[in-house]
T-cell receptor, first 114, second 116 residues
């Protein structure tokens, strides 16, 4: 049974720091690994999706890596800004036929202080 | 603007009073899904739909119903709500396997439901 864990649960950093959020999963047979951002009172926004055949994806100041063999993904945020404050969730997509079966981590709550 | 729209955003109701949370997407997506989010438990899938008239249970379907009569709409129905269904609910959509299984999910802004 796939389990997804995110460490740390909360993180507070000063503005400008580079930081890494961690996501680990127990079953390496994943279709893809997705990172989402959740702001209070709003839905989830997709940040990056890494297919199982890929090693990393980049979007602006965000870089996500995937190491299936070790069951780990990291989200790297460069030059953090107060606007990056949010909860970051990772989700592993398993091979469950037609269903977009996503197993979710509990998230890392990030606070970037001015 | 491409979006998933849920209504209402907030809902307070009493035990046993039937309610419907609506979800509509304007992206012509085949796949739609409902999740609930609870502290310490994360996001859990309630029901999903691969296309019109095709629905199936997720991980926590008890106490919920869905329908998919039109491609754009996927309402979540609570026939007899109970306090343990107090939660934050999200609707999501994406293109299905035929277009791109590796397309990200698009989420609505959520519905916070309180059942007293």
């Amino acid at each position: 049974k796939q389990e997804v864990t995110q460490i740390p649960a909360a993180l507070s950093v000063p503005e400008g720091e580079n930081l890494v959020l961690n996501c680990s999963f127990t079953d390496s047979a994943i279709y893809n690994l997705q990172w989402f951002r959740q702001d209070p009172g709003k839905g989830l926004t997709s940040l990056l999706l890494i297919q199982s055949s890929q090693r990393e994806q980049t979007s602006g100041r965000l870089n996500a890596s995937l190491d299936k063999s070790s069951g780990r993904s990291t989200l790297y945020i460069a030059a953090s800004q107060p606007g990056d404050s949010a909860t970051y969730l990772c989700a592993a997509s398993s091979n469950a036929g037609n269903n977009r079966k996503l197993i979710w981590g509990l998230g890392t709550s990030l606070a970037v202080n001015p | 603007e491409a979006q998933v729209t849920q209504n209402p955003r907030y809902l307070i109701t009493v035990t046993g009073k039937k309610l419907t949370v609506t979800c509509s997407q304007n992206m012509n997506h085949e796949y739609m899904s409902w999740y609930r989010q609870d502290p310490g438990l994360g996001l859990r899938q309630i029901y999903y739909s691969m296309n019109v008239e095709v629905t199936d249970k997720g991980d926590v379907p008890e106490g919920y119903k869905v329908s998919r009569k039109e491609k754009r709409n996927f309402p979540l129905i609570l026939e007899s709500p109970s306090p343990n269904q107090t939660s934050l609910y999200f609707c999501a959509s994406s293109p299905t396997l035929g277009e791109s299984y590796n397309s990200p999910l698009h989420f609505g802004n959520g519905t916070r439901l309180t059942v007293t």
